[in-house]
């Protein structure tokens, strides 16, 4: 049986903890602005003409 | 069974009208500008839906590593773990549209249904190498005149061509008239996904999503888990008849192939499956 105890059981957090500090350094990093540019024009790749 | 099934396709519909409800973005044939994308949806949503209203976490990252030079795309990878950790391949089962529109197809009551290809346990490893050579070399190494490429986009997204181009391309005269051969090859390849998905259960997930393969290596330590009371199962296999891709009673949420659609839980006559987000997957009461 894994418990809560078990450091196993809580990889999850860790995950969750290093994705939020991910998100941190990609938004220091002005990469949220890149997403977004690019989100907000139609991507001609994405449809098959570009 | 049937409750798991209706709460899961109504959970999918709800979510995927409230990720794609631009409404006007489909009259007019044009996309959101809004803030909202700057943040990344969970599941395959390709960005250049009219109707999108978040990012898709492939493309985005597809575009970080377009960027001249190299930067480790932390940003994406941010919300593959913060998505990846709470929920595993729960994203590919509950809240992903072209997910739905293959649980939809394979509704279509044509062909005798089967849940495998064959060669099911070499293929299931493809969408691995379309991760690693599409979405990343690809999209690293790939050039199209000056600029990188989004390879994964550009050659292979079946989602980019249902959500985004056919949408567009109906509503929009100008993009109609720039179609050139790259548009009937994605066709060709959503078509032929379209009409495997009538027959196999999901296709896509299985053996070609990058995006199931980011997610599948979360699967064992996610927050979401099914969990099993070890005592009271009598290891009847009804779990695995049930289950759409064919995975065991040992297989079940811990198999990276496993995307939690919840048919194993609501099928067990013995109620010794069920949902939770607590103590890991076995359990003896």
């Known amino acids: 049986m894994r418990s809560w105890n ?18 941190l350094i990609g938004l220091l990093q002005g990469q949220f602005a890149v997403i977004w540019q690019k989100a907000v024009l139609i991507c001609l790749e994405c449809i098959g003409i570009g | 069974m049937k409750h798991m099934k209706h709460l899961r396709l109504t959970i999918q519909i709800i979510y995927t009208i409230f990720t794609n409800g631009y ?18 949806v969970p599941g395959l949503n390709c960005y250049s839906c009219p109707g999108a209203v978040g990012s898709c976490p492939l493309g985005a990252l597809q575009a970080l590593l377009n960027q001249r030079g190299f930067q480790i795309p932390f940003a994406v990878l941010g919300f593959f773990f913060l998505f990846g950790s709470l929920l595993g391949r729960t994203v590919c089962g509950w809240l992903c549209p072209f997910g739905l529109v293959q649980d939809l197809l394979h509704r279509i009551p044509l062909f005798r249904k089967r849940k495998r290809l064959p060669f099911h346990r070499i293929l299931k ?17 790939l050039f199209g005149g000056f600029a990188k490429i989004p390879a994964f986009c ?62 599948s290596w979360f699967n064992r330590f996610s927050l979401v888990q099914i969990c099993r009371d070890r005592e009271n199962c009598t290891s009847c296999n009804a779990c695995r008849k049930a289950c759409p891709f064919d995975l065991s009673v040992d297989e079940i949420s811990r198999s990276p192939e496993c995307i939690r659609c919840g048919a194993c839980v609501s099928v067990c006559p013995a109620g010794c499956l069920r949902f939770s987000t607590k103590n890991g997957r076995s359990q003896n009461r």
């Open chain 2, 23 to 40: 409404i006007y973005g489909f009259l007019s044939g044009k996309i959101y500008q809004g803030r909202l994308k700057y943040v990344c």
């Open chain 2, 154 to 215: 550009k050659y292979l997204c079946p989602s980019g061509t249902l959500l985004g181009a056919l949408p567009l391309l109906t509503a929009n005269r100008l993009l109609r008239s720039q179609i050139q051969g790259l548009f009937f090859w994605k066709l060709l390849v959503l078509l032929l996904i379209i009409l495997l998905s009538v027959k196999i259960y999901r296709p896509f997930c299985q053996y070609l999503c990058p995006l199931g393969a980011v997610y």
């Open chain 1, 6 to 23: 078990n450091p196993a059981s809580r990889l999850w957090l860790y995950g969750t903890l290093t994705g939020i500090l991910f998100l």
């Open chain 2, 125 to 141: 490893y493809v969408k691995y190498a379309v991760l690693i050579l599409f979405v990343c070399i690809g999209s690293s190494f």
